[in-house]
Each structure stands twice: as structure tokens, then as C-alpha cells.
């Protein structure tokens, strides 16, 4: 699937500075300001396609965080000290995840940051990621430019941007070529 290409490519680009979207990078000044006064236990929630994988990337590469993209095999992960553990697509069940926080604060890490589509019941920081409707403009200008699309942009006026993630976007776009 063409959808697949445009993923692993738009995963490479949040190496790039200039790759956050406006709620991307309020999320992330969110979670350095969280980092910043030593909360050790951050939530970062949205539904799926909002960006919060980029984001977690984006945190891997500019804030030295580590990243696993499952955080069940958080009793596996080496846990260097003083580091931030960055776990993605977790289920926001309040006892597992108090499972997962633990073990690897208990192993070293400095703060970690769990990844799910919910928030988490229970006295963690949540901050939350959403795809504003302002964003998809600038999302059809980012991907016309950085993933060489060069058709079809125009015919996604006819899809519901308010209800669609990136995701959606990326494979509407593969659809209409």
C-alpha cells in the first residue's frame, strides 16, 4: 500500500525542526514544561491520526527520549538512568499502566510518557493531542512538499476533514492516484 511509503517517510521527517504542526508543538511545550518541574508520570492522549507517534519521535529525537513502540515489554527495556521513556500505543487501563510507570521508574528512569488514545484514570498529567480543522491545510501543503505528492490533493475536498486523522489523510490521498 502506497499509505505505507508515506508513513515511514513522514516518521523520518520529525527528525526535522520545522516538522510540528501548531497542536503538535503545544503539546510538546506541554510536556517540556511537565519535564521541566520533574512530573515523572505524563499521559499524552488523543484519537488515533492525531500525531502522537510523530510527536513521540519528535521527543526521541530533540529531547533525548527513548522509544518503544509497544510499552508491554516494558519489564525487557534497558532503562538507562535519568532517562525519559517514552511508551506508545498502551491500553489506558489504570492498572497496567501504574504497572508500567512503576517498573521503569523503579529501574531508573527519570519520567515516563504513555501514549494512549484515552487518558489514563488516575493521577498522572495528561495533556492531549488533537488534529484542529486549521490543520489540514498546512498538513496538504507539508505532505504535497515533503513526500513528493503531486496529485490528488484537490479531490480530498470532498472528505470530511473534521472527522479523519493523518492516517485516514495519508490513505485517502494513496486512494486517488
Known sequence: MRWQVYHRKLLALSEEDDSLFDH????????????????????????AGTGKTF?????HHHAEGLYFNDGRNHKKIEVPSKS??????VSNDRQSTRL???????????????????PI??????????????DFKKLE???????????????????????VGIWKFLNTISLTF
Open 24 to 47: 503538535q508543538k503545544k503539546a510538546y511545550a506541554e510536556i517540556s514544561q511537565a519535564l521541566s518541574e520533574y512530573e515523572s508520570r505524563i499521559n499524552l492522549y488523543g484519537n
Open 55 to 59: 510527536l513521540a519521535h519528535y521527543l
Open 84 to 89: 525519559v521513556i517514552i511508551a506508545d500505543n
Open 100 to 118: 508500567i510507570i512503576d517498573n521503569l521508574l523503579w529501574r531508573g528512569a527519570e519520567a515516563v510518557i504513555l501514549i494512549t488514545r484515552k
Open 121 to 134: 484514570p488516575d493521577s498522572i498529567r495528561q495533556i492531549h493531542l488533537s488534529l484542529e480543522s486549521v
Open 141 to 163: 501543503y507539508f505532505l504535497c512538499q515533503r513526500l513528493d505528492i503531486q496529485d490528488g490533493i484537490e479531490k480530498l475536498d470532498e472528505i470530511d476533514r473534521h472527522s
